[in-house]
């Protein structure tokens, strides 16, 4: 299947750069150790340094997964917004087949496609959460001759991806979240707030989706609204996402915020950091860094 690719086109704004990194998606859960474990035995991560009430899961000391203990927490409702899934990038082909392995040694359920940019591997947690786990193509085999972005959903070769490793084995250093697929109520009310706002920029469009990145990379950001059009955002003692972290550049946070404030919507900032709350109630973290 075929997704609507754009050619990238200047922003009414600077927006933001390739300086952009995402950190640590933030889980919500009722049985943390439990699902500790799934990420450590099936996903490949292991165990950081621990904090009060959380449960810090990466590979190499690149946090990916936050596990927040919430004893209390309910399912939100199966239209709800939130999170698709946690997209985790490794860093080539051979570790995709080790964690392709790995599924198949635990005897996970897992679907699988070539998204000619990059190929990938979905399965959920279980509490729910969807993994997209993935690899990259060169960059250089992303765009067509006209600046398009060649991205699509084809069925992926598994035969040929088993063939590149028997091993079974953790996920590797360099393996990060390479980007967030969210769940909204309104695509054009999320499509302000991200692009307009916050300084995305489209790189596809689908059906009841799109596609945003910062600096050309072919999404960080999914936006959909498949499930979830028109629905009520999860309550805040619901289980599942919680928030994920973006680092970007101090400057551009500046730039951020001086946006929202022209829109008359000034961001909340605690801890040294600047929050960001889309209208169907997906949040992120914002604190300096980024790509030097």
């Not at 952009?20 to 165990?47: C, I, K, N």
């Not at 621990?50 to 946090?63: C, E, F, M, T």
């Not at 309910?74 to 082909?93: K, M, Q, S, Y």
């Not at 009310?189 to 307009?196: G, I, L, N």
Request: no cysteine.
């Amino acid at each position: 299947m075929s997704v609507s690719t754009l050619s990238p086109t200047p922003a009414a704004h600077a927006g933001l750069s390739g300086a952009l990194r995402l950190g640590a998606v933030h889980l919500r859960t009722r049985a943390p150790d439990r699902l500790a474990a799934f990420y450590e035995q099936v996903v490949g991560l292991s165990r950081l340094a621990p904090q009060a009430g959380r449960i810090v899961l990466g590979a190499g000391d690149k946090a990916i997964i936050v596990l927040e203990d919430a004893p209390d927490a309910v399912a939100p409702p199966a239209r709800a917004p939130g999170l698709f899934h946690t997209a985790i990038r490794v860093p080539d082909r051979a570790s995709l087949a080790v964690r392709m392995n790995v599924l198949r040694a635990h005897g996970v359920p897992f679907g699988a496609s070539d998204h000619l940019v990059s190929e990938a591997l979905y399965l959920d947690d279980p509490d729910g959460n969807g993994i997209e786990i993935y690899r990259d193509r060169p960059r250089s085999e992303w765009f067509g001759p006209d600046g398009t972005l060649q991205m699509a959903t084809l069925r992926l070769d598994l035969t040929s991806l088993a063939a590149e490793s028997t091993e079974r084995g953790p996920a590797p250093a360099g393996t990060d979240v390479g980007h967030v697929h969210l769940k909204v109520n309104d695509l054009a009310a999320a499509h302000r707030f991200w692009v307009e706002l916050a300084g995305f920029e489209v790189m596809a469009r689908y059906p009841g989706a799109v596609f945003v990145s910062a600096g050309k990379y072919h999404h960080h950001l999914g936006l959909n609204v498949w499930h979830s059009q028109g629905a009520a955002p999860p309550s805040v003692e619901a289980s599942g996402l919680a928030g994920f972290e973006i680092a970007l550049p101090p400057a551009e946070i500046a730039a951020l915020k001086a946006r929202f404030a022209a829109a008359g919507q000034p961001l909340a900032e605690s801890e040294g950091a600047v929050w960001l709350q889309d209208p169907s109630g997906n949040r992120a973290r914002v604190t300096a860094g980024g790509a030097g």
